[in-house]
């Protein structure tokens, strides 16, 4: 197997620098797919040039001087204003400004517009300021970076999988500043940019030379975004393979040799720590012709879009894989997929159709960026979406320039300027057209533009112009899209037929020697089809071609709809309507409930479904693209049931759901231990603490302890509910709540191999003297171990004469 058995052996194997070498010979490069110049592909009217601009005055809207603030604070310099406030002034201050170097270089990129350039040009005057104050290459905002970094170079780690010695996931915030860099060189040419990013590639590799492979490995289970993506971008661009090194050491060596050997280990995973990650061996087997890298890559892709992901092209629930044979927790959250996720597995896409050209990766890009992508973005006020809840007769919430700035917020200031990317691709005399996007393409190198006048989907067809300073042959390929069948893909070439025998899921080449006004017509027929969840089960979505249907069930308590600047503002918090209350698709006549769902006359895109929907008050339900659905509550997955069916069904959930609806109102606030944001959200301490999943389910245990804060505003808490696992044995370990100790536990197994719940009176005096935050702490006694934690919830007292 290629370089297969350590870091080591990769970096001896780096030797083979013709490789590399010859990658950046001009010659090589035409050997391969290549993809146009954002400034050389204009969007044209279209819903993707609508949310570009969106995006531009959401960008424009941003305070530079507040966002540079974290970064000239580290560097000891006197910011200009203060933070802005959520994640970018607790703990993960400064990872947005390196998304807004991206989103600002793209949107220069795609628009030309001179005042983002000006915006750019000043960032990276100010980074640089920032840079030489510290005067060893870094930049960043991590809160204590001076003796953070110290301690790494030391080899004093303490990584866990969200947090690097007591800071809150600082390679991820610092991989942003990388990416900003070096987006700002390869979008708009900025030298300052680039020196800076070699600067700061050189302070990485002084900070890590004195460390094992082993001790690199061990702080790479802390989650770091895609930094052996962008250290082998720097070799590229550099052509100096000492970076190609350090991009091999920064690959996580945990998920690749799985991935190698195709094994299926991302069940409770972090879903957006591995998937940049594996954007990185991507990057790493291009330039280094790594057949490995490259087969882990595509395996991984394989099983996320094949195995994990819903009909809008996002995967994940609360931000990790769950089992791929399972999917009701997709149904039951109100946390459904990350925007994150799909950004990064778009990346992925891309780089795996440059490698190999197939138009499955086109298919999948196409499906995420028109039902997620596009969707997550407010289409008039701006704001951006951090999960998009599959269950139904949830919403979303929209976040806010002022109090807003997650990590979607970050990727969502860049997913909106670059649609332009991926509508199509060359490689020397083949034209590749992917997506139906209204678009003008300048191929200055051939002196040709193609102009693609189109209103997919509203239209189902597009047509494309040549416009050539002098005939010349040129092989234009059209993308054959699986959504539709065999034989109805039509294309006139100057109202001339072309005859062709491609299937589904391919290109059809027309190569001739085209003129000046030369015109292509394809008609795009779309079907109506229904999708079950990937694990089978029997929930369906609607889907018209490539396009996800969906339907508002309401707009009553929409919390939050737009964010504060709360912890857990990205989350839906408005209450969740019992899956009993929600439509429901009938099977009674048939299974294929497409073939009953019908276009509604005189509008576009807008269907229903009268005869397969339950109870009787959703009959009238339309159905419309989800991307098209804001500030409501709405269903895409609908339970497939026959008549009788549904009321065995209702019976079950209507018991679990008064359960459930009890639980929540004695609930005060909860936390999943193990899970990166409910963590996060809690400020998460801990010393010599460990996560991992049993039976699908997340656990934090600690040889030393961990804490999280609690919060209770009205002072309502009596009580604590913490879940375990019976089998769980030799655990002896104390509970505190604000330093006061509440139980001291010794457990041996005896509660056998199930999981149980177990309540701890929070004494009055605690109470008291709480200002309504409460640090709950399990504490190891010497030589031992807390038990797993798999939940924790702050409860009310349900007996009213106890809390009276």
């Known amino acids: 197997m290629h370089c297969r058995n350590s870091v080591l052996k990769r970096r001896i194997s780096v030797v083979t620098l013709l490789i590399l070498l010859a990658a950046f010979n001009a010659n090589a490069q035409k050997k391969k797919l290549e993809f146009f110049l954002h400034k050389d592909v204009k969007l044209l009217d279209s819903p993707f040039q609508d949310a570009m601009q969106v995006d531009l005055d959401y960008i424009m809207e941003l305070e530079p001087n507040r966002l540079l603030a974290p970064f000239l604070k580290e560097a000891g310099l006197e910011p200009k204003a203060e933070s802005y406030p959520n994640w970018e002034n607790t703990g993960l201050d400064g990872h947005i400004g390196g998304h807004y170097l991206t989103a600002l270089s793209l949107m220069y990129a795609s628009t030309g517009k001179k005042e983002v350039l000006k915006r750019l040009d000043y960032m990276l005057r100010e980074l640089k300021l920032a840079q030489d104050a510290i005067g060893n290459g870094y930049i960043g905002g991590v809160p204590g970076s001076t003796e953070l970094w110290e301690e790494i170079a030391s080899g004093d780690i303490d990584a866990g999988s969200f947090s690097l010695n007591d800071r809150w996931v600082p390679l991820y915030n610092i991989h942003k500043t990388y990416a900003g860099l070096r987006d700002a060189y390869l979008f708009t040419g900025n030298d300052l940019a680039k020196e800076m990013l070699i600067d700061y590639s050189d302070w990485m590799i002084d900070i890590t030379e004195d460390l094992s492979e082993e001790q690199i490995q061990d702080m790479l289970r802390s989650e770091h975004g895609g930094l052996n993506e962008v250290f082998a971008d720097v070799a590229q661009i550099t052509g100096d393979k000492k970076y190609l090194d350090l991009a091999y050491r920064f690959s996580h060596e945990y998920l690749l040799h799985p991935l190698e050997e195709q094994k299926d280990v991302l069940n409770g995973m972090h879903a957006n720590t591995q998937i940049p990650k594996v954007v990185g061996f991507e990057t790493i087997a291009s330039l280094d012709e790594n057949k490995d890298f490259h087969e882990a890559a595509k395996y991984f892709w394989e099983n996320v879009v094949k195995k994990r992901t819903v009909a809008i092209g996002g995967n994940s629930v609360r931000e990790h894989f769950h089992p791929t044979n399972d999917f009701a927790s997709m149904i039951s959250s109100v946390q459904g997929p990350e925007t994150c996720n799909t950004y990064n597995m778009l990346k992925l896409s891309k780089k795996l159709f440059q490698a190999e050209a197939d138009e499955k990766y086109i298919d999948y890009y196409e499906q995420g960026l028109y039902n997620h992508i596009l969707s997550s973005q407010h289409p008039e006020k701006g704001g951006f979406v951090y999960f998009t809840p599959m269950r139904p007769g949830h919403y979303r919430v929209y976040s806010q320039p002022e109090t807003s700035f997650w990590c979607c917020v970050g990727s969502g200031l860049e997913n909106h300027g670059k649609y332009n990317e991926l509508i199509y691709a060359y490689k020397n005399n083949d034209l590749y057209v992917n997506l139906f996007i209204p678009s003008k393409l300048n191929w200055k190198e051939k002196g040709i533009s193609l102009t693609q006048q189109t209103h997919f989907p509203e239209q189902e067809s597009t047509s494309f112009i040549i416009n050539s300073k002098r005939p010349q042959k040129l092989n234009l390929k059209l993308r054959y899209p699986r959504w539709i069948p065999a034989g109805e893909f039509e294309v006139e070439v100057n109202g001339e037929a072309l005859k062709f025998d491609t299937e589904p899921g391919y290109y059809v080449p027309i190569e001739r020697k085209w003129k000046d006004g030369d015109r292509v017509e394809v008609k795009l027929p779309m079907q109506l089809s229904s999708e079950r969840l990937p694990d089978g089960s029997d929930y369906k979505s609607l889907k018209y071609g490539p396009i996800v249907l969906a339907a508002k ?16 503002g990205h989350i839906a918090a408005g209450k969740s309507i019992p899956l009993t209350q929600m439509p429901y698709f009938l099977s009674d006549k048939t299974e294929n409930i497409e073939k009953l769902v019908k276009k509604v006359p005189g509008k576009s895109l807008t269907f229903s479904a009268p005869e397969v929907l339950y109870p009787e008050r959703y009959k009238d339900l339309k159905f419309i693209p989800f991307y098209k659905l804001h500030e409501s509550r709405y269903v895409i997955y609908l339970p497939l049931e026959t008549t009788e069916g549904i009321k065995e069904i209702n019976e079950k959930l209507r018991q679990l759901e008064e359960e459930e609806k009890i639980l929540a109102a004695l609930t005060i606030d909860m936390v999943a231990p193990g899970e990166q944001q ?24 600690a040889q030393g302890w961990f804490s999280y804060r609690l919060v209770d505003k009205e002072e309502e808490a009596r009580r604590l509910r913490i879940t375990y696992f019976g089998g769980d044995s030799n655990r002896d370990f104390k509970i505190l709540v604000n330093d006061k100790l509440i139980a001291q536990e010794s457990f041996n197994g005896l509660e056998g191999n199930r999981f149980f719940e177990k309540d701890y009176t929070i004494p009055p005096g605690i109470l008291k003297k709480s200002e309504g935050v409460l640090i709950l702490r399990f504490e190891a006694m010497p030589g031992s171990s807390t038990a797993g934690v798999y939940g924790i919830r702050l409860m009310k007292n349900n007996d009213k004469q106890n809390e009276k």
Do not use: K, M, Y
């Open 553 to 568: 069930t309401g707009e009553e308590d929409l919390q939050g709809l737009f964010a504060d600047a709360s912890r857990g």
């Open 678 to 701: 409910p963590e996060a959200d809690h400020f998460i301490e801990s010393e010599d603490s460990n996560i991992g999943v049993n039976r699908n389910r997340h656990w934090r245990d």
